[in-house]
């Protein structure tokens, strides 16, 4: 019998965040029950049924790392951070594809609504249609993230350029697309500190 397809987590946790106020502190630094944005998501990340955890980090990462110390996970540093989103997508892609897998499930870690269940939602979706088509979160038919790309899309990734993420790559992959709807949860990023305030967060001053 044959396995089922496999799903590693990309967590995006490398922007510089340029919506937030420059005083209100680091986005993915905001406390969120009980600590930094980020760690809760690598958490939420771990506590699905995937089969690793990768977390691309680029502006400011040495408080990034600070924030997911002791997790058993793998960080991937993006130095070319700066040109878009597209590169941290191709680095963590890379790096998920190197480790054996079939899916790779892209989480913007500033998406505080997104839980492990609505995770393995996405995977079981993946694993029914044997690796071979794209997930994607939905809102009453809007579509959102995060989203499973499987590996054949991988040179597709890697040729993506600018301030493009996986949107684009839907668009025009010309796979099957298959929608799972998970509330407001996919459309809901908090990008700004009135955001996190009303996701429930805390936002935290840098020092």
Do not use: W
């Amino acid at each position: 019998m044959r396995a089922k397809p496999n799903v590693s987590i990309v967590v995006l946790a490398a922007g510089a965040a340029t919506r937030m106020s420059s005083n209100s502190g680091h986005k993915l630094l905001a406390m969120f029950d009980g600590m930094p944005l980020v760690r809760r998501s690598a958490l939420i990340a771990k506590a699905s049924t995937a089969l690793s955890v990768i977390v691309v980090v680029g502006h400011r990462q040495d408080d990034i790392r600070e924030a997911l110390t002791g997790l058993s996970l793998h960080v991937v540093p993006n130095p070319d951070y700066r040109v878009g989103i597209s590169s941290s997508l191709a680095a963590g892609f890379a790096a998920a594809v190197a480790e054996g897998a079939d899916g790779v499930l892209i989480l913007l870690a500033d998406m505080p609504g997104v839980s492990a269940n609505n995770l393995d939602q996405l995977i079981d979706a993946f694993q029914v249609a044997n690796g071979a088509s794209i997930v994607c979160a939905v809102s009453q038919g809007n579509r959102g993230n995060p989203v499973i790309l499987p590996r054949s899309l991988n040179d597709s990734v890697l040729r993506l350029r600018g301030d493009i993420g996986a949107r684009d790559l839907i668009r025009t992959s010309g796979l099957q697309v298959i929608e799972v709807e998970m509330g407001t949860a996919a459309l809901t990023d908090v990008d700004t500190a009135e955001a996190i305030v009303a996701a429930g967060g805390i936002p935290v001053e840098d020092r």
